[in-house]
């Protein structure tokens, strides 16, 4: 899944190897197609300077352009006046232009492809899907596109250099140098006037669709890592529309429950590879981190762990697929026909991706054939791992992106219990209302189980803050950077700083030993082994 900066390389290191081809013997004709083949890329730089189409209303173009982004606006335009011209000295029949015209025109599909990772981040009424979405709306990020677009723009005054060295028409080649001079202004004016640019966008993804995309056994596991990164990117747009309620199916008490559970024993696969790694590598600081980061993913898993246990006595009458088991009906019941099955409805995507990270993680530590429904068996070779995984580093990198992501859930965790508050019951003895009907087994939920459940998600983004604090430490540690961690932490604050409701010290009900909740065995996305670390 490539990323802004990556986009943006492309493009410049398609420009910089045209300019590398000597052009000299090229027919007028063919010379013709690449001027246009760069009067396409340079259409795409100007289309991707504004209106902006990640503010929450669009403006006018004079009025949205920072004053980089105007100086790079006029050079282009005065760029492709003088191509045109060159174009019509030519020849009026352009050829196809040949291998050169296809390099130039990958990386106008690259630029394309900028626009179309920004835009993924926005709903067709352009409100943002992601938390990410709100980092592009400051004037670092204005100037660290601005730059990079300056970049693309003296990328092609160099292929323009080539054009005009061959060119048999004097206009012609007077045309390509101005083309030239102005492209090159406009990378100077560019750069001059984006110094504060936040160079941190570059490793910016494309939203995800909340979509599964499962495990299967056929899959390598050399391509684990990369696939739970993507898992990740969907859970965050999935934990991102939870929070400002708009997804188009909401998460439910039961969809929330089992994600806790998911992620408890995600975070306790990732731990247990971490540490079977870090024991077969040879003594330094490398084992050390991967070692205090495997005990913080079980922090972690113990802090999931409580939170799906809090739902024990609590039922999401509009989704009640977790359930406290129920007595079986009576013989008059039965006879008389008043036996009624518990409604049944599929689980939200998100608890699909959480469990199939899990099988992921699973494939990684035992093999591509494992599943939770199987006993944990023997982990596979450290070495193999550490291979498929790309290092030590890598591995703990992509361990982070879950911890990352698991904050982002639990941050949205307590509004899906506020939302939902209206539908909870609970059979609980401790909450019985006094007086009520004895034949009376589920009554509304107390204001205490309330503070008890958001407390344990509070718990949660606590424990997976410290994960992924001692994963980025056994990443660096390795020497292997994570400039995502920056835009997560921008990310972060900015979620956090939407949570209004949440007191700095929330009252908890005092800590209880409950039964765990039944787990029906027709259970779409099936019954999960017990691991122990």
């Avoid at 943006?8 to 197609?33: G, K, Y």
């Avoid at 006993?375 to 992106?401: K, M, N, Q």
Wanted: hydrophobic letters at 40%.
């Amino acid at each position: 899944m490539a990323t802004l900066g990556e986009l943006f390389d492309v493009a410049i290191a398609q420009l910089q190897e045209v300019a590398q081809i000597p052009l000299v013997s090229v027919p007028a004709d063919d010379r013709a197609a690449l001027a246009g083949e760069v009067d396409s890329l340079l259409l795409q730089v100007q289309k991707s300077l504004g209106p902006r189409a990640y503010t929450p209303t669009p403006t006018s173009e004079e009025r949205g352009l920072t004053a980089a982004e105007r100086n790079l606006r006029d050079c282009l335009e005065l760029a492709r006046q003088s191509l045109g011209t060159a174009r019509r000295y030519l020849s009026p029949q352009a050829g196809d232009g040949g291998p050169a015209a296809a390099r130039i025109a990958s990386a106008a599909q690259a630029l394309s492809a900028v626009r179309d990772t920004i835009n993924s981040h926005l709903g067709p009424d352009r409100a943002p899907l992601t938390p990410y979405a709100y980092l592009l709306r400051h004037q670092k990020a204005f100037d660290y596109l601005a730059r990079r677009l300056s970049e693309v723009a003296w990328a092609a005054g160099h292929v323009v250099h080539r054009l005009s060295q061959g060119a048999e028409h004097p206009g012609a080649v007077d045309a390509f140098t101005q083309a030239r001079t102005s492209l090159g202004h406009a990378s100077v004016y560019a750069r001059a006037a984006t110094r504060d640019a936040d160079h941190d966008l570059a490793s910016f993804p494309a939203a995800l669709p909340v979509e599964p995309v499962q495990a299967l056994a056929t899959d390598a596991t050399s391509t684990v890592t990369a696939r739970l990164a993507e898992d990740s990117e969907r859970l965050s747009r999935a934990a991102y529309g939870a929070l400002h309620d708009r997804a188009e199916r909401r998460l439910s008490g039961s969809d929330l429950q089992q994600i806790s559970r998911w992620n408890a024993m995600g975070r306790l696969l990732a731990g247990r590879t971490l540490l079977h790694v870090a024991q077969a590598a040879p003594d330094g600081a490398v084992p050390n981190s991967l070692n205090a980061a495997a005990a913080a993913l079980r922090e972690s898993s113990k802090a999931w762990k409580g939170a799906a246990e809090a739902w024990t006595r609590v039922v999401d009458t509009g989704d009640p697929r977790e359930h406290p088991p129920l007595p079986p009906p009576g013989l008059a019941q039965v006879q008389q026909g008043k036996v009624v099955q518990m409604p049944s409805t599929d689980p939200h995507p998100a608890v699909v991706i959480s469990r199939t990270s899990v099988v992921r993680l699973g494939q990684l530590l035992f093999g591509p054939h494992w599943t939770p429904e199987q006993p944990p068996g023997t982990a596979r070779l450290a070495t193999d791992i550490v291979a498929d995984a790309g290092g030590e580093g890598a591995l703990a990198a992509t361990a982070y992106r879950l911890s990352a992501t698991g904050w982002q859930m639990a941050a949205a965790a307590p509004w899906v219990v506020r939302r939902a508050e209206a539908g909870l019951v609970t059979d609980s003895a401790a909450y019985r209302p006094s007086g009520l009907d004895k034949g009376r087994r589920f009554y509304p939920v107390h204001p205490r189980q309330l503070e008890t459940l958001t407390g344990a998600y509070s718990a949660v983004t606590g424990a997976e803050q410290q994960g992924a604090a001692a994963l980025l430490a056994a990443a660096q540690s390795a020497g292997t950077p994570v400039p995502r961690a920056m835009l997560d932490a921008a990310a972060h604050r900015s979620i956090a700083q939407e949570q209004k409701w949440v007191t700095a010290n929330p009252v908890q009900a005092p800590s209880r030993v409950l039964p765990r909740a039944h787990v029906p065995t027709d259970l779409v996305i099936g019954r999960r082994p017990g691991l122990r670390q």
